[in-house]
């Protein structure tokens, strides 16, 4: 597994950007596709989005479309969540994921980091 840590969180008003970064540590990282996922509590955790090993390809969900962008910097181990135009239902806290590229779910998870969009 990898060992992951998220930063970039916090307060921002709406309309505004952050951006989210993934560290990773432990193993290959290039091994790995990268997924950004958020939960509301007393909701299930929601997809982001998602990046292939080597960033060739990226996709969001629809609710992020046009907004988020998903990118990666294999050199520095991290994966980034650049967040534009926010909006207060984009409060979540956000989680980055690690699925090795023979498995087929995500096995390693950060602690999350919380982010909160005000009106």
């Known amino acids: 597994q990898v060992q992951l840590v998220e930063s970039g969180g916090g307060l921002v008003q709406a309309g505004g950007s952050l951006r989210l970064s993934c560290a990773a540590s432990?193993?290959?990282?290039?091994?790995?596709?990268m997924g950004w996922f958020r939960q509301v509590p007393g909701k299930e955790r929601e997809f982001v989005g998602n990046i292939s090993r080597f960033g060739v390809s990226a996709s969001v969900a629809d609710s992020v479309k046009g907004r988020f962008t998903i990118s990666r910097d294999n050199a520095k181990n991290t994966v980034y969540l650049q967040m534009n135009s926010l909006k207060p239902d984009d409060t979540a806290v956000y989680y980055c994921a690690a699925r090795y590229y023979r498995n087929p779910s995500y096995d390693s998870w950060g602690q999350g980091t919380q982010v909160t969009v005000s009106p």
């Open positions: 432990g193993r290959t990282f290039s091994s790995y596709i």
